[in-house]
């Protein structure tokens, strides 16, 4: 990392809300010029917390962060001039135009009026809102508003530019074109962008590094392709009705290892799960076991995640169940 500008570095840094509430719980990291960084995490894990820190909202309980030199808490004002915020919550104002929107918070920043206007048109035309500059945000699409707060933090020319969950709630294809303009603001403006995610393929897709956090810590930090070469063969999961079912199924031999999520569940690392899952199948048929549900994960981040913290990061979006689905029609073959 010596030969590269660190823009960005923590020092231990700790927030505690009243009530004890350990949200970010000693962060250390450093960011280089002209990446484009991402936490991981699920909800809860403190990474709008740690965004707040950095982009001067909050005050940390302790430790210290640097942007570009600048300490966060002593000089916040120089920080706020060269970091740019899009935070969680939108921030747009819909009884407004696109353009009004720009220029007000280009106004904030003591920017001439007609440098603003011309500023505003670039960043417009960047997200290809040129035609709706002068339309009410309250006309526009989930996407286009969302594509909108991400240039009204770039008005100042920011050298870093903080993303807090840029897709949330966006579909998949919207979220995709988000990717893209997200890249080309960080090729049109070489901006440093630091980006909080809970969605595994919004970091894998658009992160050069990744911080997996978790409870206000971070547990591992690399590129993603060094996440998941840490991680050697494919995990199998599988339910079953009973614990016993499950003690049988453990026994199975060509396995690296094995560990239990819950009592009546089996996780075990294979090589190769695509060439073990006939004999895995045989196994559990010539021995009586009956699973409920079997999933198989591949080196992805979302093991890389399984494997760091013990759980997935989001169980709720039924990833498991069209995994299932596929290996079951293979095996069927
Ligand atoms: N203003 C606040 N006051 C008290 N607790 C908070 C506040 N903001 C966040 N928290 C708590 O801090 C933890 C981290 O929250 P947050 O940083 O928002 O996580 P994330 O953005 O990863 O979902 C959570 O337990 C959350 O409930
Ligand atoms: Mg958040």
Same mark, same amino acid.
């Given at each position: 990392?010596?030969?590269e500008?660190?823009?960005?570095e923590?020092?231990?840094?700790?927030?505690?809300?009243?009530?004890?509430?350990?949200a970010?719980?000693?962060i250390?990291?450093?960011?280089?010029r002209?990446?484009i960084y991402g936490?991981?995490?699920?909800?809860?894990?403190?990474?709008?917390?740690?965004?707040?820190?950095?982009?001067?909202?909050i005050?940390?309980?302790?430790?210290?962060?640097?942007?570009?030199?600048?300490?966060?808490?002593?000089?916040?004002?120089?920080v706020?001039?060269?970091?740019?915020?899009?935070?969680?919550?939108?921030?747009?104002?819909?009884?407004?135009?696109?353009?009004?929107?720009?220029?007000?918070?280009?106004?904030f920043?003591?920017?001439?009026s007609?440098?603003?206007?011309?500023?505003?048109?670039?960043?417009?035309s960047?997200?290809?809102?040129?035609?709706?500059?002068?339309?009410?945000?309250s006309?526009?699409?989930?996407g286009?508003?969302?594509?909108?707060?991400?240039?009204?933090g770039?008005?100042?020319?920011?050298?870093?530019?903080?993303?807090?969950?840029?897709?949330?709630g966006l579909?998949?294809q919207?979220?995709?074109?988000?990717?893209?303009?997200? !890249?080309? @603001? +960080? *090729? /049109?403006? #070489?901006?440093?962008?630091?980006?909080?995610?809970?969605?595994?393929?919004e970091?894998?897709?658009?992160?050069d590094?990744?911080?997996?956090?978790?409870?206000?810590?971070?547990?591992?930090?690399?590129?993603?392709?060094?996440?998941?070469?840490?991680?050697?063969?494919?995990?199998i999961?599988?339910?079953?009705?009973?614990?016993?079912?499950?003690?049988?199924?453990?026994d199975?031999?060509?396995?690296?290892?094995?560990s239990y999520?819950?009592?009546?569940?089996?996780?075990m690392?294979?090589?190769?799960?695509?060439?073990?899952?006939?004999?895995?199948?045989?196994?559990?048929v010539?021995?009586?076991?009956?699973?409920?549900?079997?999933?198989?994960?591949?080196?992805?981040?979302?093991?890389?995640f399984?494997?760091?913290?013990? !759980?997935? @990061? +989001? *169980? /709720?979006e #039924?990833?498991?169940?069209?995994?299932?689905?596929?290996?079951?029609?293979?095996?069927?073959?």
């Amino acid at each position: 990392m010596s030969d590269e500008e660190i823009i960005v570095e923590t020092r231990d840094l700790v927030k505690i809300y009243p009530g004890e509430i350990k949200a970010v719980q000693g962060i250390n990291l450093q960011i280089k010029r002209g990446e484009i960084y991402g936490f991981l995490g699920p909800n809860g894990a403190g990474k709008s917390t740690t965004i707040k820190m950095l982009s001067t909202s909050i005050k940390p309980t302790s430790g210290s962060a640097t942007i570009m030199g600048y300490d966060i808490v002593r000089d916040s004002m120089k920080v706020r001039r060269v970091i740019g915020v899009v935070p969680q919550d939108l921030t747009t104002d819909e009884d407004l135009k696109g353009i009004e929107n720009i220029e007000m918070v280009a106004r904030f920043y003591d920017i001439p009026s007609k440098e603003a206007r011309s500023r505003a048109k670039e960043l417009l035309s960047l997200v290809d809102l040129s035609d709706f500059g002068e339309k009410y945000v309250s006309s526009y699409s989930g996407g286009m508003r969302k594509r909108l707060e991400l240039v009204v933090g770039l008005v100042h020319n920011p050298q870093v530019l903080f993303l807090d969950e840029p897709t949330l709630g966006l579909d998949v294809q919207t979220r995709a074109k988000m990717w893209d303009y997200i !890249r080309k @603001i +960080r *090729e /049109e403006l #070489g901006v440093t962008i630091i980006l909080t995610s809970h969605y595994l393929e919004e970091v894998d897709e658009l992160a050069d590094r990744i911080s997996i956090i978790d409870h206000g810590k971070i547990i591992v930090t690399g590129t993603s392709d060094e996440l998941k070469s840490n991680l050697k063969g494919d995990i199998i999961q599988v339910e079953f009705s009973s614990e016993a079912d499950a003690n049988k199924f453990a026994d199975y031999e060509d396995k690296i290892e094995v560990s239990y999520p819950k009592p009546q569940e089996v996780r075990m690392k294979v090589r190769d799960a695509d060439s073990q899952l006939p004999d895995i199948m045989k196994y559990i048929v010539n021995n009586g076991i009956k699973p409920l549900k079997l999933s198989v994960h591949r080196p992805s981040l979302d093991q890389v995640f399984l494997e760091y913290t013990g !759980r997935e @990061i +989001r *169980e /709720e979006e #039924g990833g498991d169940v069209r995994k299932m689905a596929m290996n079951m029609r293979r095996l069927r073959r």
